[in-house]
């Protein structure tokens, strides 16, 4: 199943009787992209809180995976059922909207879709917006079915260093990968993974969304990855899903995601790290 949808196919299918339309925009973002339109939303749209209600609040890293009764709990709020097409999208293109779009794979929903180009491309193809504001649900009846074999953690990311089975890809931009840019964020270390592969995460992407699923195969091909099973991490897990998905676009099937990515790994004690 494909993971996206265009604003063509979103517009025409406004009136599914189970769509769901997830907004996961965020107030800040890595790439300091300027967001255009802070309080609009999609007409029908609700709020997705990724950094807060749908992230583990006792994990000491950001953005972590919720427990799936977590996760239930929040997606019943929003009035979530299991039948439910969900689509999400974010207010600058693509940045967050992947990460939920993985998060929703990991909980076992298979109905759930990326939209290409987010909001902007939605305005720019005039189509109908609304101010945000705060909405209550009819409980819904989601109920995740967590399958752990959709992520990596840190003991597996060191085994990997020495069987190789696959290959680390890292979205960070190249200054930071090669530790020439200091990592923002207190205590941690700079540089990466032994072994890993650089690909920001923005190299991807032209306008706000994905470039064509043949432009990727190049970008793929140039990497050298011999096939192997590709393991995506980033700075905190929300851009590597951005190089998830177009993994999956041009048919790549064995993709994982170390969740803790650079936040954990550039904290930890007798790690290998390079420069």
Same mark, same amino acid.
């Given at each position: 199943?494909?993971?996206? #949808?265009?604003?063509?196919?979103?517009?025409?299918?406004?009136?599914?009787?189970?769509?769901?339309?997830?907004?996961?925009?965020?107030?800040?973002?890595?790439? @300091?992209? +300027?967001?255009?339109?802070?309080?609009?939303?999609?007409?029908?749209?609700?709020?997705?809180?990724?950094?807060?209600? %749908?992230?583990?609040?006792?994990?000491?890293?950001?953005?972590?995976?919720?427990?799936?009764?977590?996760?239930?709990?929040?997606?019943?709020?929003?009035?979530?059922?299991?039948?439910?097409? $969900?689509? !999400?999208?974010?207010?600058?293109?693509?940045?967050?909207?992947?990460?939920?779009?993985?998060?929703?794979?990991?909980?076992?929903?298979? @109905?759930?879709?990326?939209?290409?180009?987010?909001?902007?491309?939605?305005?720019?193809?005039?189509?109908?917006?609304?101010?945000?504001?705060?909405?209550?649900?009819?409980?819904?009846? %989601?109920?995740?079915?967590?399958?752990?074999?959709?992520?990596?953690?840190?003991?597996?990311?060191?085994?990997?260093?020495?069987?190789?089975?696959?290959?680390? !890809?890292? /979205?960070?931009?190249?200054?930071?990968?090669?530790?020439?840019?200091?990592?923002?964020?207190?205590?941690?270390?700079?540089?990466?993974?032994?072994?890993?592969?650089?690909?920001?995460?923005?190299?991807?992407?032209?306008?706000?969304?994905?470039?064509?699923?043949? +432009?990727?195969? $190049?970008?793929?091909?140039?990497?050298?990855?011999?096939?192997?099973?590709?393991?995506?991490?980033?700075?905190?897990?929300?851009?590597?899903?951005?190089?998830?998905? /177009?993994?999956?676009?041009?048919?790549?099937?064995?993709?994982?995601?170390?969740?803790?990515?650079?936040?954990?790994?550039?904290?930890? @004690?007798? #790690?290998?790290?390079?420069?």
């Amino acid at each position: 199943m494909k993971p996206l #949808v265009s604003v063509k196919w979103l517009s025409e299918n406004l009136k599914l009787p189970d769509l769901v339309i997830l907004d996961v925009s965020l107030d800040s973002n890595v790439a @300091n992209i +300027e967001v255009e339109f802070p309080n609009l939303q999609i007409k029908g749209a609700r709020f997705f809180d990724l950094k807060g209600k %749908f992230s583990d609040e006792k994990n000491p890293l950001p953005n972590t995976l919720p427990t799936p009764e977590a996760f239930s709990i929040e997606c019943q709020n929003l009035g979530i059922n299991n039948q439910s097409t $969900i689509v !999400v999208y974010d207010n600058i293109g693509i940045y967050a909207s992947p990460r939920v779009w993985w998060m929703f794979k990991s909980m076992g929903h298979k @109905n759930i879709f990326v939209l290409n180009g987010g909001l902007p491309e939605w305005i720019k193809n005039n189509l109908k917006t609304e101010t945000i504001r705060k909405q209550t649900f009819s409980k819904g009846n %989601f109920v995740a079915n967590f399958s752990p074999e959709f992520q990596k953690n840190a003991l597996q990311i060191k085994e990997n260093l020495l069987t190789r089975k696959a290959v680390v !890809v890292d /979205a960070r931009s190249k200054g930071r990968f090669c530790g020439i840019i200091p990592e923002s964020r207190e205590n941690l270390k700079s540089g990466h993974i032994p072994n890993s592969k650089n690909l920001p995460f923005m190299e991807v992407l032209k306008d706000g969304k994905f470039l064509p699923k043949e +432009e990727l195969e $190049i970008i793929f091909n140039h990497l050298n990855l011999n096939n192997q099973p590709l393991i995506f991490t980033c700075g905190s897990g929300l851009t590597a899903c951005t190089l998830l998905i /177009a993994s999956v676009i041009i048919g790549n099937k064995n993709n994982f995601l170390y969740d803790g990515s650079w936040t954990e790994w550039g904290q930890l @004690n007798g #790690v290998p790290i390079e420069k």
